[in-house]
């Protein structure tokens, strides 16, 4: 009986250390998941434009050796040795129906059968867009970001307010009928020249590094020790 309770203790006790170092492995692997999304959130609030690890992993020049940088820039250099973009752009043409002013105002672009606006837009990448930038110091890697940049373009546009006017005209006389294709740019008319957004090419972005706030609290603290205590002799 005696050598029957021992087997039981030992194995109360065996199975008890190997539950608590279960317990405490998983604890320590729970600590380190919240303590790195706690640092990362802290972080973006002192620096918004602060990349996540998250992010620069999924970044195409995150972790890259020399040599896999040496590689990129060879095929993307070609033969003669082009100089290669830290934050590579697509030019395309585009014959949207509409367009952005200066102003930020949507407007409508003229077109009549064969007669179509085009335009060329040069895109940020799909794989760099809102990514660290490539071959840049791991050191600035987080603080980078490839940028799409907009510049404005000539551009016939219609006159809102003059379509306006028309659209009121046509309802007081039906019978009356303007044709809105026939392209006259006087003052006066339906169409006009003006400036329309279009993409103009992907720049990279250095972001400064965040100054660190200073402890208020302990200054707080310093400054009331430092005040002079009230001696005996000031209450009589």
């Not at 539950?19 to 692997?29: D, K, V």
Request: glycine residues 6%; positive net charge; contains cysteine.
């Amino acid at each position: 009986m005696q050598i029957a309770a021992l087997r039981i203790v030992i194995a109360v006790v065996w199975l008890t250390a190997f539950m608590w170092l279960r317990f405490t492995a998983a604890s320590n692997i729970t600590l380190s998941i919240l303590s790195q999304r706690i640092e990362e959130h802290s972080l973006r609030d002192h620096n918004p434009h602060r990349i996540s690890s998250r992010e620069k992993r999924n970044s195409p020049g995150f972790g890259m050796t020399y040599r896999e940088i040496q590689s990129i820039l060879r095929k993307e250099g070609g033969e003669g040795g082009s100089p290669v973009d830290c934050c590579p752009s697509v030019v395309e043409t585009i014959s949207p129906t509409g367009g952005r002013t200066r102003k930020g105002a949507y407007v409508e672009l003229y077109r009549h059968l064969e007669h179509i606006q085009t335009f060329f837009e040069s895109s940020c990448r799909a794989d760099v867009l809102n990514k660290p930038c490539r071959f840049v110091d791991k050191k600035l890697m987080n603080r980078t970001r490839c940028v799409q940049k907009f510049s404005y373009t000539y551009a016939i546009i219609g006159n809102p307010d003059k379509f306006q006017q028309e659209k009121m005209e046509r309802q007081e006389h039906p019978h009356r009928h303007k044709d809105h294709h026939i392209l006259v740019l006087d003052p006066g008319s339906l169409w006009r020249l003006d400036y329309i957004q279009v993409r103009s090419g992907c720049s990279c972005e250095v972001f400064p590094k965040p100054k660190k706030k200073k402890a208020t609290g302990m200054k707080a603290k310093k400054g009331k020790s430092k005040e002079r205590k009230p001696r005996d002799g000031d209450f009589s």
